[in-house]
């Protein structure tokens, strides 16, 4: 019989998504040293570095770090609390330096992967094809959480959740390929510098 309480918060599936992001980020991360292009390298640390971010999303995070829980250095993600004379300005500068870092970083190794990206989805490589799948599967779960909230809820909210499991088993099946067969995403038409 159908249990709906293996997607509440908290659940089975959801600590399943959380270490399928966390296996993915070591994954990535660990092994990004081993390719000689140096575009899978960047590659395999931006999607490290992503696996961190929705790791911790996972882990709401972002939760954590409101007032209510950070107490006095906490932070919004609402315009009004960037715009309220009331938050110190050093706090503001503080959060936006943070996230400037997090967000140049990303920028800076993804920039490096993206001609290497186009290149994979010119060639269908495998890899492209399940990110394409991962990115596929985690908006539906966006829709159905997001858009329809209130729409058949119990469904909807396990459909969700399943959609949000699906997302990242493509997307550690896309690292294990760009980790395992490096030389195959070469050979199936992506050009070596």
């Known amino acids: 019989m159908f249990d709906i309480s293996w997607f509440d918060e908290g659940g089975p599936v959801e600590t399943a998504q959380f270490w399928l992001w966390s296996i993915s980020a070591v994954v990535a991360l660990a092994m990004s040293h081993r390719p000689r292009d140096a575009r899978i390298r960047a590659l395999l640390r931006t999607l490290g570095m992503l696996a961190v971010l929705a790791a911790a999303r996972e882990q709401d995070l972002h939760i954590w770090l409101n007032p209510e829980t950070f107490g006095q250095y906490g932070v919004r993600y609402r315009m009004d609390w960037w715009l309220d004379a009331n938050v110190p300005l050093g706090l503001k500068a503080g959060w936006l330096a943070g996230f400037a870092t997090i967000g140049g970083g990303l920028y800076l190794v993804a ?54 499991l699906i997302g990242p088993i493509f997307y550690l099946w896309a690292v294990i390929t760009l980790v395992v067969k490096t030389d195959d995403l070469i050979d199936s038409g992506v050009r070596h510098p």
Do not use: C, Q
């Open 111 to 164: 920039r490096k992967a993206a001609p290497l990206v186009k290149e994979m989805i010119n060639a269908r490589a495998p890899a492209a094809l399940m990110l394409a799948a991962a990115v596929v599967s985690l908006l539906i779960g966006y829709v159905l959480d997001d858009l329809m909230r209130g729409v058949f809820s119990d469904w909807r909210h396990a459909l969700e959740e399943t959609a949000e």
